[in-house]
C-alpha cells in the first residue's frame, strides 16, 4: 500500500468516525511516559478516570 492509498483510507476513517479517531499506536507506551500507571488489565480505563489529562496530552 502506498503513502497516498494509506492516506485516504485515513481521511475516509476520520470522517466515518465524525471527524475524529482516537487510534491506538504506542497508545500505552506514551500514557507510561507520561506517568501513567499500566499495571492492570483494565489501565485504559483507569486511566480515563484517574489521569484523563494525561490522555489530553
Known amino acids: 500500500m502506498g503513502f497516498e492509498?494509506?492516506?485516504s483510507l485515513l481521511e475516509d476513517l476520520i470522517e466515518?468516525?465524525?471527524?475524529?479517531?482516537v487510534?491506538?499506536?504506542?497508545?500505552?507506551?506514551q500514557l507510561e511516559t507520561h506517568g501513567a500507571s499500566i499495571n492492570d488489565p483494565l489501565w485504559s480505563?483507569?486511566?480515563l478516570?484517574?489521569?484523563?489529562h494525561l490522555i489530553k496530552q
Do not use: E, N, S
Not at 466515518?16 to 479517531?21: E, L, N, R
Open 45 to 47: 480505563a483507569l486511566c
Open 16 to 21: 466515518k468516525a465524525g471527524g475524529c479517531a
Open 23 to 29: 487510534m491506538d499506536g504506542g497508545f500505552a507506551t
Open 5 to 7: 492509498k494509506g492516506a
Open 49 to 52: 478516570i484517574k489521569d484523563p
